[in-house]
């Protein structure tokens, strides 16, 4: 009995790799933002990625102090890119300082580690 708990421990653990995670290699974001006409914070950005493992599909935005999160790039399916992007944050986000976390999602739901970034809405 203890020999076929350790057969089977063994596979469940060889089965169950988890595959590398999306790498951020470059991030840069708009240190400050202004209401803009529409009643929209535009926030805009750059980010370069790598994934080896697999398809990066989304990116995940995070604030912390909303408890609110978003993702955008619904059609992103790419191994690695530099590409411009933009986080929206509604009209009536207090002004000042807000903290936020970009991340990455590949095709099979393994995220990146974040990145915090600040933005002043002005």
């Given at each position: 009995?203890?020999?076929i ?34 009643g ?51 009209g ?29 809405l002005?």
């Amino acid at each position: 009995m203890k020999t076929i708990f350790v057969l089977l421990s063994a596979g469940l653990v060889a089965g169950c790799m988890v595959s590398p995670a999306p790498v951020i290699d470059d991030l840069r974001m708009s240190p400050t933002a202004t209401l803009g006409a529409d009643g929209v914070y535009h926030v805009r950005g750059s980010i370069s990625f790598h994934s080896e493992a697999s398809l990066v599909s989304k990116i995940r935005i995070a604030i912390p102090k909303t408890a609110q999160t978003y993702e955008l790039g619904s059609n992103l399916s790419v191994r690695g890119d530099t590409m411009d992007f933009e986080v929206q944050l509604h009209g009536q986000t207090p002004r000042g300082v807000v903290t936020y976390d970009v991340s990455l999602l590949d095709a099979h739901g393994v995220p990146s580690e974040s990145r915090r970034m600040l933005v002043t809405l002005q």
